[in-house]
């Protein structure tokens, strides 16, 4: 799945669509499954592992690059959504 956006002018409604969409995708799980406070572990069952695969998927996807640290702080589907949009905004 690849998306189009664009670093530094993507507003945040796009951003979070897509990753919706990716996350869906990758995951398998119903759009109305997928909420901003959506834990990604305890919800969702990702183990750190997926998390990581997930995040390969969204960086390729979206052409970012999360940090480990970052990675690791993601806990919820807001999370994600935050942490790709500072990483677009940055460019």
Do not use: W, Y
């Not at 990581?52 to 959504?81: K, N, P, W």
């Amino acid at each position: 799945m690849s998306a189009h956006l664009r670093p530094g002018s993507t507003p945040a409604a796009a951003v979070r669509a897509t990753l919706a969409a990716i996350v869906c995708h990758e995951l398998s799980v119903p759009p109305d499954a997928l909420h901003g406070d959506t834990d990604l572990a305890g919800d969702l069952l990702l183990d750190s592992l997926a998390k990581v695969e997930l995040a390969m998927v969204v960086e390729d996807a979206l052409s970012v690059g999360l940090t480990d640290t970052e990675v690791g702080t993601i806990r919820t589907f807001d999370d994600l959504c935050d942490a790709v949009a500072a990483q677009l905004a940055s460019g």
